[in-house]
């Protein structure tokens, strides 16, 4: 599984939007549409009513999409492999004497 990533593209250069930015929900809001729900979506809110940005604007609005970005990410087994597994002597797996 994949962890989805916002992109907006502007004069050939990719730039990744947070996930703050569309309400920590990429898949539902990495989109152009300007009516979500029956409210301005989030990224239209915030380029086009707020300017957050100096170098992105309304316009560029058009050119963003979603990808898939790093596997593994999203689901369970990235933080599973985090942690600490230690064996004893003996042991050819985690319990099991060998």
Known sequence: ???PICIIEKD???HLL???ILKN???RYCHSNEICDGEICPLRQVLCLNNI???IDCNDIMNVYLINGISG???SQFGNNLKSMYMKE???NNGIVG
Do not use: A, F
């Open 1 to 3: 599984m994949y962890l």
């Open 12 to 14: 050939n250069i990719k």
């Open 18 to 20: 947070k996930s703050s």
């Open 25 to 27: 929900n990429v898949i």
């Open 53 to 55: 940005s100096n170098y």
């Open 73 to 75: 990410l999203k689901n």
């Open 90 to 92: 003996g042991e050819i």
